[in-house]
């Protein structure tokens, strides 16, 4: 073969996985900013709700990662809902007020 052809062919086959390698790197940064999210969501929560779980968006807004926060207030029998809102960029999050089972499910 000669080593134009071959020169060629490796160039090609370099460029056909390029897609594959960003894809990978895609998923990679898209875990890592979910578990960030979750890390601080929890964080943010762990002072006012027991036991908190954090059911996340898997890609949110453009600007925005979402959650839902989800527990018992500490000394509570009820379950609340928070949404924690992640900035993408600053890596910060803030909780919004507590969402009752009634007003999720459109009582209040």
């Not at 898997?58 to 809102?85: D, M, N, R, W």
Request: glycine share 8%.
């Amino acid at each position: 073969m000669p080593s134009f052809n071959r020169t060629a062919l490796a160039a090609f086959a370099m460029a056909s996985l390029m897609p594959v390698l960003a894809l990978a790197s895609s998923d990679d940064a898209w875990e890592e900013m979910r578990a960030d999210m979750t890390k601080k969501c929890l964080a943010a929560a762990a002072d006012s709700i027991e036991a908190p779980r954090a059911v996340v968006d898997p890609f949110g807004a453009q600007t925005y990662g979402l959650a839902l926060i989800i527990g018992q207030p500490k000394g509570a029998e009820s379950t609340v809902t928070h949404i924690c809102v992640y900035d993408k960029r600053a890596k910060t999050v803030e909780l919004g007020g507590e969402l009752t089972e009634e007003m999720i499910k459109g009582g209040e």
